[in-house]
């Protein structure tokens, strides 16, 4: 059994910053790909930033230069360091990663709950 739990989500003033960590347990072999998506109210879900096992980062235009994303492969853990954050940011942000088991050698998508960031003055 696999888990993501996201943390680090929160209330913040525009222009403010925040950092959103995703923790990895359970059956892991290893993990490929790492990445950060987000779904504002009325909205579909998107993909606002990746990272491959070999610390390759893409990012959404929209937030070029105001995000970092990372990791930490000793501890199963991807970071998103969100900067100058704007209301348009707001939106539930959700952890992906694709985890292969140590078992079947056989990989799956998964997803943790998501953690809310609100960004208003």
């Known amino acids: 059994q696999v888990q993501l739990v996201e943390s680090g989500g929160g209330l913040v003033q525009p222009g403010g910053s925040l950092r959103l960590s995703c923790a990895a347990s359970g059956s892991i072999f290893s993990i490929n790909a790492m990445g950060w998506y987000r779904q504002a109210p009325g909205k579909e879900r998107e993909s606002v930033a990746g990272i491959s096992s070999g610390g390759s980062t893409n990012y959404i235009y929209s937030v070029k230069g105001r995000f970092t994303i990372s990791r930490d492969n000793a501890k199963n853990t991807v970071y998103l360091q969100m900067n100058s954050l704007k209301p348009e940011d707001t939106a539930v942000y959700y952890c992906?990663?694709?985890?292969?088991?140590?078992?079947?050698?056989?990989?799956?998508?998964?997803w943790g709950k998501g953690t809310l960031v609100t960004v208003s003055s």
């Open positions: 992906n990663a694709f985890i292969v088991d140590p078992i079947t050698y056989y990989g799956k998508n998964y």
